[in-house]
């Protein structure tokens, strides 16, 4: 297997992360929500870009996250009869939307509204069902007031076993901050290879 195709625990691609520059941050297992004969378990795993957090901490005195990528692999206890998945996916897609929309509200994220949903052909081949989210993210220290324009996309697919993957990316607002080598001007290459991770998850 190459170091490209390589995955973790929950399905993420490692050998593409860690090409990439990503560091793992956050590992976790924890109930997403119940259902009227089950609870649904999220195995998550979280990465960041940790060359651009030390460029914006080495400019700004401010420590955060402010891109990240995380994939989760879900389980079902007790595990689904034989069938009903397909049944249940429009209920975990949508609390898998609720969950991520708090969650990037708890890591600082202001302004959260979620856009459109669109299909979105993952490399195993099932169609994912992605959601566009637009944020702000407020760096603040001392002498920097910073409000960084955030985008982010959530992607909920059905393969054998439920998958659900994502991330957020600054598009704008670092300009004035970093050096031009830090800065995805306009976030293009940033969604480029978020929508690419989300795609080689398994």
């Known amino acids: 297997m190459s170091e490209g195709t390589s995955t973790g625990p929950v399905g993420e691609p490692t050998g593409r992360l860690e090409a990439g520059g990503w560091e793992l941050v956050e590992e976790s297992t924890e109930t997403l929500f119940e259902l009227s004969a089950a609870r649904v378990e999220g195995h998550t795993r979280i990465y960041e870009d940790a060359a651009l957090r030390r460029a914006v901490r080495e400019a700004s005195g401010v420590d955060q996250l402010c891109r990240f990528f995380f994939a989760t692999a879900v389980e079902f206890s007790p595990p689904l009869s034989p069938g009903v998945a397909p049944m249940v996916k429009p209920t975990v897609a949508s609390e898998a939307r609720r969950e991520f929309a708090g969650d990037l509200e708890d890591r600082g994220f ?10 979105l052909r993952v490399d195993s081949g099932p169609r994912a069902r992605l959601t566009d989210y637009r944020a702000t993210y407020p760096l603040r220290a001392d002498e920097v007031s910073v409000d960084l324009r955030v985008r982010g996309f959530l992607a909920v697919w059905l393969d054998g076993e439920f998958r659900i993957a994502g991330g957020a990316y600054p598009e704008s607002g670092l300009e004035g901050l970093l050096a031009e080598a830090d800065v995805d001007p306009d976030g293009a290459a940033y969604r480029e290879e978020l929508l690419a991770l989300i795609r080689a998850v398994e």
């Not at 202001?110 to 299909?119: F, Y």
Request: glycine share 10%; net charge positive.
């Open 110 to 119: 202001a302004n959260v509204d979620r856009g459109r949903t669109r299909n």
